[in-house]
């Protein structure tokens, strides 16, 4: 019996030799019809000097009943070329011989990697793809921009000491925290871009000032480093902007997307119009004890909340949508609005007054309730909610019906927006909104131009958008 087993165990393993073999000895013709792509052109991310993109795939398809040998696939500018690629698991720029078996794909990896001043503001290669039925090509475009780089280290703290202007020439690229020292100033002049890599941020000492000059059609950009569009629909690629106590920020015509918390005031004082904060794991806005005035002011897809109003302060809020469509996470609450007299220092809890004036706006969102006020006894808690329109239930912290603080208001009406998914966000409303023809004449008149610029000043439609 044991002769047996071990006869057939050589039989066995002189079969798989045999059968590896053949595998091994596999005929690969010349291909004698064209090869199909997964995408004929690959549109890698904006990229900046020194920093490499995403890595992109394109796979090749033998379409045809036999297996094929691919003479040969060349990256168009070789070793000069920007980009770099990897063939079926081997990187290079010139790869010959290239078996494919019938039927079957072949992954081409891409990726762009600009040196430090980089001479091409747009960088174009090309893979070719030469068979027996012809030269082939896969267009590889990106645009490689100039950037400037804040960088901290453990022996650079990466501090700015100087009263600082910041125009759009070079993109701005930061590593780690960037801190505007104590009683500075950091002007940002319009189509400026600030990149932030993960677990970065941009810090405003005590007493600095920030101004933000953007404009209509050339805003000032704060996002993560990446900017292939599937990022911006994605939240935490950073940290966000902090004010400490008494600095002072001036913001126009900003988007602020895809951090933790967008902004964040710490007994600082804030004028925000015409910006857009959408896509944070947090808050979009979060204030602690801050003075703020909002017109025009447009927020999104936040987890916790898109404004967070803890420990009091005093905030106006004059034509802005505060929309929460947050899907990421449905156990997060997703509220438009929050706001309360305390806040947890961590070690124990601060009350302090709190005013707070909505007029002209849209507070709505996917859950239930999209407004909560958390008042504290013992603390003034005042507010005013005039001619807006609320998603709004009995959890909301305060009575609407009856309530001589709230006047000409909506309540759980569908605003009936263009498109509240952040993809392609468009928070205007359609022509049957109940939000139409809605506001207030002598709010519209402080505010009289909607975030695109249009006039409101007639028949004035609540939010930021006439």
């Not at 002209?360 to 909610?385: C, D, P």
Request: contains cysteine; aromatic residues 10%.
């Amino acid at each position: 019996m044991n002769m047996y087993k071990t006869a057939l165990g050589v039989l066995f393993i002189v079969l798989l030799a045999l059968t590896g073999c053949t595998r091994d000895d596999l005929t690969f013709d010349a291909p004698a019809q064209e090869l199909r792509f997964s995408r004929d052109t690959v549109f890698c991310d904006t990229v900046y000097n020194q920093v490499r993109s995403e890595t992109y795939a394109v796979k090749i398809y033998n379409d045809e009943d036999r297996d094929i040998m691919i003479p040969k696939i060349t990256l168009g500018n070789g070793a000069a070329s920007l980009y770099r690629i990897n063939v079926d698991g081997k990187a290079g720029t010139d790869f010959t011989n290239i078996p494919l078996r019938k039927k079957d794909s072949l992954y081409v990896f891409v990726e762009i990697a600009p040196v430090a001043n980089a001479p091409e503001a747009i960088a174009e290669d090309r893979i070719n793809v030469q068979t027996a039925a012809g030269t082939q090509h896969i267009t590889l475009f990106s645009v490689v921009q100039d950037a400037e780089f804040f960088i901290q280290t453990e022996t650079n703290p990466n501090i700015l000491a100087d009263n600082t202007s910041w125009t759009n020439e070079k993109a701005k690229i930061i590593f780690g925290d960037l801190t505007l020292q104590k009683g500075k100033t950091l002007n940002i002049e319009k189509g400026t871009k600030v990149y932030f890599f993960k677990n970065s941020g941009l810090k405003i000492a005590e007493s600095a000032k920030m101004n933000v000059y953007g404009e209509l059609g050339n805003e000032v950009i704060f996002r993560g480093d990446r900017n292939d569009p599937r990022y911006d629909t994605i939240p935490k690629n950073w940290n966000g902007i902090s004010l400490e106590k008494n600095a002072v920020l001036q913001m126009n015509y900003a988007r602020v997307f895809g951090g933790t918390r967008g902004l964040e005031l710490n007994h600082a004082e804030a004028t925000i119009k015409n910006s857009i904060f959408h896509t944070h794991q947090e808050f979009g806005i979060y204030a602690i004890n801050a003075k703020v005035q909002a017109e025009n002011l447009v927020l999104n897809n936040c987890g916790e909340a898109d404004f967070g109003i803890y420990k009091g302060g005093s905030y106006t809020i004059l034509h802005s949508t505060l929309a929460n469509y947050w899907s990421l996470n449905s156990a997060m609450p997703a509220l438009a609005l929050f706001a309360t007299n305390e806040y947890n220092n961590g070690t124990s809890t601060e009350t302090a007054p709190l005013t707070l004036e909505i007029s002209n706006s849209i507070i709505y969102g996917k859950k239930e309730n999209s407004i909560v006020f958390k008042l504290v006894a013992g603390q003034v808690f005042n507010y005013k909610i005039e001619n807006s329109l609320l998603k709004y239930s009995s959890d909301a912290g305060f009575v609407f019906e009856a309530n001589p603080n709230i006047i000409a208001t909506i309540k759980n009406e569908d605003p009936k927006f263009i498109n509240y998914f952040t993809a392609k966000m468009n928070l205007r409303v359609q022509p049957d909104s109940p939000a139409r023809n809605k506001g207030n004449l002598i709010v519209a008149s402080k505010v009289p131009l909607d975030i695109a610029a249009v006039n409101r000043t007639a028949q004035p439609t609540l939010g930021a958008y006439q």
